[in-house]
């Protein structure tokens, strides 16, 4: 008796500490408490759009995973994602966030392919310090966990930025450079095809051009539409080509 009153009251401080409520009956967490906007991955924020696609049975040409630039993508240019083209940007996310909902709003979606574009929240140290190679490095780990599915890739640069508005002590220039150029690198590796919006955005000094983006980091319209061709482009090549492979290097 004594031992089954103690492991209750260890129950109940280990719920307490977790700021949860231990479910009577052996019900399940409400549901609420796994769409807290708060919750670091997001992994909620695109349930109900996933089941309702995996429902539908329709057909996922390509998932375009990424963070503020994505899902704006998306807003200010919709006729661009037609049908089978999904669109599962948040903003804000880094590389290691969108590593942990990647099966979720990626895999489970059975796409023919996956474009990946990520890292200047990290180099904007949006959830801690990272470096070039650990950005790189957690894109591979994406990159790799679709391949291993069959899901062809394709790998975006990071658009240029002059300055992040929220982060003014952080200069991104020259380590926006140096992930692409590792990325690109990767690319070669493993067959990924690299879609270069970095060439296609830059003003010359590692900024957008001007009337192409706002607060510096994201494209306008006009910016998204001078991204298109280089997206279409690559994800055609990536269909064309020879299959995929894992890249042990």
């Known amino acids: 008796m004594r031992n089954a009153v103690a492991r209750r009251g260890a129950l109940g401080i280990a719920a307490a500490l977790l700021g949860t409520a231990i479910p009577r009956h052996g019900e399940a967490h409400c549901e609420a408490d796994d769409e807290r906007k708060g919750w670091w991955p997001s992994l909620a924020r695109y349930t109900k759009d996933n089941e309702a696609l995996i429902q539908s049975g329709a057909k996922v040409d390509c998932v375009f995973m990424g963070d503020s630039i994505t899902e704006l993508w998306l807003k200010r240019r919709p006729e ?6 999904i669109c599962r940007g948040i903003t804000g996310q880094t590389t290691p966030q969108m590593l942990v909902r990647f ?9 023919k392919l996956v474009h990946i574009m990520a890292g200047t929240n990290d180099i904007a140290g949006n959830t801690g310090v990272s470096s070039p190679r650990m950005i790189a490095d957690t894109i591979a780990t994406m990159t790799e ?3 291993a599915n069959g899901i062809r890739v394709v790998l975006a640069s990071i658009p240029p930025a002059a300055r992040y508005p ?12 140096l992930v692409n150029l590792l990325l690109q690198e990767y690319a070669s590796h493993t067959g990924a095809r690299y879609a270069d919006y970095y060439s296609v955005l830059d003003d010359g000094h590692g900024g957008m051009r001007s009337g192409w983006a706002t607060g510096d980091v994201h494209p306008t319209a006009r910016g998204y539409m001078a991204m298109e061709p280089v ?14 492979t894992l890249c042990h290097a």
């Open 145 to 147: 966990i679709a391949l």
């Open 231 to 244: 997206a279409l482009a690559a994800i055609q090549a990536a269909r064309s080509q020879k299959p995929q």
């Open 80 to 85: 661009f994602f037609g049908p089978g083209m």
């Open 103 to 111: 099966r979720a709003d990626v895999v489970s979606l059975k796409p």
């Open 166 to 177: 929220w982060k003014p002590r952080v200069d991104p220039v020259r380590r926006t450079l």
